[in-house]
């Protein structure tokens, strides 16, 4: 009886349970959805070219990109970068978890250059978030008037990463765009969910003193 316990106890530990994902494009609902207080960096608070790049702009929150450093930029404050790679055609941006948050947001800004004006890019956008538990969610963003994107999410899985990779135009080079507005939030307090398998292994473990008092 015992090793068929621990059988199942490992067994259910060793079950890949996939993050259950909700996606929101308006701030309203997703303030709905967290149930509690989120945290935002809209980066007014730092002064134009500077470095962003590793530096902590929320509570465990790092930004990076390929194209060069991340720097803030404009009158409006937004993280952006410049270089050679968004000329190659395979710019993105990179913001890092380092807590676990189950809940995240921002805004995708710049994405057209002339607000007002039509998307003049040729594909999509690819915006991923990446899970503790080893998954993916990809969202295909189309550009729009040049209306700041807004793009949060609610898991069941803490979010490790997002990577903001961007369109292109029909020259082959990046559709230029930055990042605004980033939000992060745990749902609420004592919202972090044990993993799924968690509470079958707990229950088995626990029957094994059982199983040998019976013997």
């Not at 404009?74 to 890092?96: L, M």
């Not at 292109?168 to 919202?191: C, F, I, K, T």
């Amino acid at each position: 009886m015992r090793r068929i316990l621990i059988a199942l106890a490992l067994s259910a530990a060793g079950m890949a349970q996939a993050a259950t994902v909700s996606v929101f494009n308006n701030l309203a609902a997703w303030e709905a959805a967290i149930s509690g207080s989120a945290q935002l960096q809209d980066f007014s608070g730092y002064a134009n070219g500077t470095d962003l790049t590793g530096v902590d702009v929320l509570p465990g929150v790092t930004l990076s990109s390929n194209i060069g450093p991340v720097e803030v930029f404009g009158a409006s404050k937004t993280a952006a970068a410049f270089g050679p790679a968004r000329q190659a055609g395979n710019g993105y941006f990179e913001a890092q978890y380092a807590l676990p948050f189950l809940a995240a947001a921002l805004d995708i800004v710049s994405f057209e250059s002339i607000p007002g004006d039509g998307s003049t890019a040729v594909d999509q956008g690819l915006l991923s978030f990446l899970f503790s538990d080893g998954t993916t969610r990809d969202l295909a963003i189309s550009g729009g008037d040049g209306s700041p994107i807004f793009i949060g999410i609610v898991s069941d899985s803490v979010i490790t990463s997002f990577r903001w990779t961007e369109a292109h135009e029909a020259n082959g080079v990046n559709e230029e765009s930055a990042l605004d507005n980033l939000r992060v939030a745990m749902r609420g307090p004592n919202q972090l969910p044990l993993p799924g398998s968690l509470p079958l292994v707990m229950l088995a473990l626990a029957a094994v003193p059982m199983a040998r008092r019976r013997r």
